[in-house]
């Protein structure tokens, strides 16, 4: 049958979503044509940071997690930036008050 994935997940109250991927199932396929390609698979695995598992280990499989990795967005809506835009809109006019442009 087919059948349709989509990741999502939750990092710093933001949710994330992934493009959904499509898998058609058939039954009883059989062995595929040419064998897996392992060497190929651990190769890539190893020079990507990734790790190459067999499929039997697939029930016990946990992935891995990166410590201490974090992520700062840079947002406008923060007190000290409101604190940047009233000083400088005060200085704007300090500044056009005292050369009798208000």
Not at 9 to 20: A, F, I, Q, R, V
Not at 70 to 75: A, E, F, I, Q
Not at 80 to 91: E, S
Request: hydrophobic share 40%; with cysteine; net charge positive.
């Amino acid at each position: 049958g087919k059948q349709i994935f989509r990741a999502r997940g939750k990092l710093n109250g933001e949710t994330m979503t992934g493009d959904p991927v499509e898998l058609h199932i058939v039954a009883n396929a059989g062995e595929s044509i040419e064998p897996i390609n392992h060497l190929l698979l651990e190769t890539l695995a190893g020079q990507t940071g990734g790790e190459c598992h067999p499929i039997e280990s697939l029930p016990f499989f946990s992935p891995r997690t990166i410590a201490g990795r974090r992520v700062h967005k840079l947002g406008l809506n923060h007190p000290p930036f409101y604190f940047l835009i009233f000083l400088f809109l005060a200085i704007e006019w300090f500044l056009r008050r005292r050369r009798g442009r208000v």
